[in-house]
Each structure stands twice: as C-alpha cells, then as structure tokens.
C-alpha cells in the first residue's frame, strides 16, 4: 500500500537553529515528491518537486533530498516567518493522485 | 492572478441540507482536485478530474458528486449532509496529473449540525 509517513508531528525551534523535517515513503513507482508550506486558515503552498534519488532543491533557507525511500527538508538558520506546517506528497507512477503526508508543524521562536 | 478561487470560505449547514462548493481556476490547467482536511488525517483525495469531461474517484468519494463543468470550475456537492463531513474542503489544479504542482485555493470550512 502507497504510504507517506512524516515526522516529527512537531517541531519547536529558536530562531537561527538549523534542522530537518523529515518524509518517508512507501510507493510501487515515484513520479514526483513535492513540499508544500501550509499556513493558518490557508491553502497549501508549492515548494519543490522532487522527482529521482539524488535530487536537490532550494529556496532561500529552505533545501530538499530525495533518497529512494525518504526526503529530508532542512532549514537553516530559520526565522519566525518559517512557522508554519510542511507538507510532503508522494505521485505513485501509476497514478495521478497524490498521497499526503500528515505534516510537520514548525515554530520558531524569535 | 487569482489563482484557485473557492466560494463560500465558510458554510453551517443543518444534517440532511445540500449544498454545492464553487471552484475556479484561472491558469488554464487541465486537471483539478477536491480535498478535505481533518485533523489528524492530513489531506485525503475525494475526487478528481484529469482532463475536461472525466472524472474519477479518490480515496473517500462517498457521500460526494463532482461536476467538471468546464475547463475552469470543478464543482462539488454535498446532496444530504452529514456530521462526518465537516471538515475543510480544498481545490486544487495542475497542469496536468503527472507529476505537476497542485495550487490550491484558501478552502471553504464547512460544519454540519
């Protein structure tokens, strides 16, 4: 069964504090693995695609990986602006549907 | 550019009532998506269109019907509500269904008493 399990559920950080969110995945094929950022009382916002082990991607504090059975979103130096909750999906091969993971809320603390 | 735009942005409804949630998107994509979000479900796939004039099922269809009306607007409607659906609904469009970026709109919130 397609699965995408995220953690930590949560995640409290001082600002300027680097870490990693992480997603791990259980699929029959991966065509995409996308990040989202998701605000309060708003609409998840596109991050990065993802799309074969070995991949990078970046934006500003923010940089994604992919390995063949998770990807990691690291923060560096994060700021108060990054609270919020990430996202991942994973896009089976098979499929155009799109399976969420649970998310991982972060706060920074000033 | 509006993007994904979803009306109403809230709705109490009574057990039984119908009622249809409104979306449009102004990026020329060919596919589109309602959602629902619960706390600790994260987001669960109720419907989807691929391409003007399909429509398929995601993982929780019952007690949903959708309507592509056109390329732009993907409607859906709830024909007798239930409190098992409150929730909050999100569209959503991509260019296509391999491996594009979903927008999403802000979500309509939606209680049934």
């Known amino acids: 069964e397609d699965q995408v399990t995220q953690s930590p559920e949560a995640l409290r950080l001082q600002e300027g504090e680097s870490s990693s969110l992480n997603c791990s995945y259980t699929?029959?094929?991966?065509?995409?693995l996308f990040w989202y950022r998701q605000d309060p009382g708003k609409g998840p916002e596109f991050l990065f695609t993802?799309?074969?082990a070995g991949e990078e991607k970046e934006k500003e504090r923010l940089k994604a990986t992919l390995t063949k059975k998770e990807s990691f979103l690291h923060i560096t130096a994060p700021k108060p602006e990054d609270s919020a909750t990430y996202l991942c999906?994973?896009?089976?091969?098979?499929?155009?549907?799109?399976?969420f993971g649970q998310g991982t809320t972060l706060q920074v603390k000033p | 550019n509006a993007g994904v735009t979803q009306t109403p942005k809230f709705q109490v409804l009574k057990t039984g009532q119908s009622m249809t949630l409104q979306c449009a998107q102004d990026?020329?994509?060919?596919?589109m998506y309602w959602y629902r979000q619960d706390p600790g479900m994260g987001l669960r796939l109720i419907y989807y269109?691929?391409?003007?004039?399909?429509?398929d099922k995601g993982e929780v269809p019952n007690g949903y019907n959708v309507s592509r009306l056109n390329k732009r607007e993907f409607s859906l409607r709830l024909e007798s509500a239930a409190p098992s659906q409150t929730s909050v609904y999100f569209c959503?469009?991509?260019?296509?269904?391999?491996?594009?970026?979903?927008?999403f709109g802000n979500g309509t919130r939606l209680t049934v008493t």
């Open positions: 699929v029959s094929g991966l065509r995409g």
């Open positions: 993802l799309y074969s």
């Open positions: 990026m020329n994509h060919n596919s």
């Open positions: 959503a469009s991509s260019d296509s269904d391999r491996a594009s970026p979903l927008h």
């Open positions: 269109s691929a391409s003007e004039g399909t429509t």
């Open positions: 999906a994973v896009q089976p091969s098979n499929t155009g549907k799109l399976i």
